[in-house]
């Protein structure tokens, strides 16, 4: 399976985009990558996922670099309802199973 | 719809003790998923199931068992409870198409086992 990195944490001020980086250098071909969230221990949330092209629905956009090495979420007007732990997840496996790192925690900030 | 619902909400298990944990969703959704979470971890699959009588295991089974006679429930069955299992559990679904990559979650059932 292909290992994302993530950044531990990061701050995003209110009303500002928040850009959270992933890295997944060994993605194959065929695998995705996928967004969810949790915010302070409820159930996971999907937030977005794409193959290659750039992918926008009405809570982000996934931008993924053509070598598919690396992809960034973006929240356009970060909230203070958006501060969670985002996850960067690759290859859901045959059954669609999601493999979870530790996350990048976003504090969105008044 | 109620989406995936679970309970309990928490439980305190003694070391030895037996429980199920109980997850039902309401969407007919083909694909049903346990995963267990620690303090300040991300999730780990524990069983999966991709249709009614058909289950396998994941990244931590051992120590759980699962059943999935019906669509809509998936119980986590947890045998002589050791405090190694202490954590909070997650169970998913998510439909077999269109959007088959998308797992919607329950709520969770917080465990703590003395």
């Known amino acids: 399976d292909a290992k994302t990195t993530q950044p531990t944490s990061m701050d995003c001020a209110e009303g500002r985009a928040a850009n959270l980086p992933c890295n997944h250098s060994t993605i194959s071909g065929n695998e995705y990558v996928y967004w969810y969230r949790q915010i302070h221990s409820q159930g996971p949330q999907y937030i977005i996922h794409g193959l290659k092209n750039n992918e926008t629905n009405e809570m982000a956009s996934l931008i993924i670099t053509e070598d598919r090495k690396s992809s960034t979420l973006i929240l356009p007007h970060a909230t203070l309802r958006d501060t969670a732990v985002y996850y960067c997840?690759?290859?859901?496996?045959?059954?669609?199973?999601?493999?979870f790192g530790s996350g990048t925690q976003l504090t969105v900030l008044p | 719809n109620a989406g995936v619902t679970q309970t309990p909400k928490f439980r305190i298990l003694k070391i030895g003790q037996s429980m199920t944990l109980q997850c039902t969703q309401d969407?007919?959704?083909?694909?049903m998923y346990w995963y267990r979470q620690d303090p300040g971890m991300g999730l780990k699959l524990i069983y999966y199931s991709v249709g009614a009588g058909i289950t396998d295991k994941g990244e931590v089974p051992n120590g759980y068992n699962v059943s999935r006679s019906t669509t809509e429930d998936f119980p986590l069955r947890l045998e002589l409870a050791a405090p190694s299992q202490t954590s909070v559990y997650f169970c998913?679904?998510?439909?077999?198409?269109?959007?088959?990559?998308?797992?919607?979650f329950g709520p969770g059932t917080r465990l703590t086992v003395t």
């Open positions: 998913a679904s998510s439909p077999a198409f269109p959007s088959s990559y998308e797992q919607y």
């Open positions: 997840i690759v290859n859901p496996g045959s059954a669609r199973q999601l493999t």
């Open positions: 969407m007919n959704h083909n694909y």
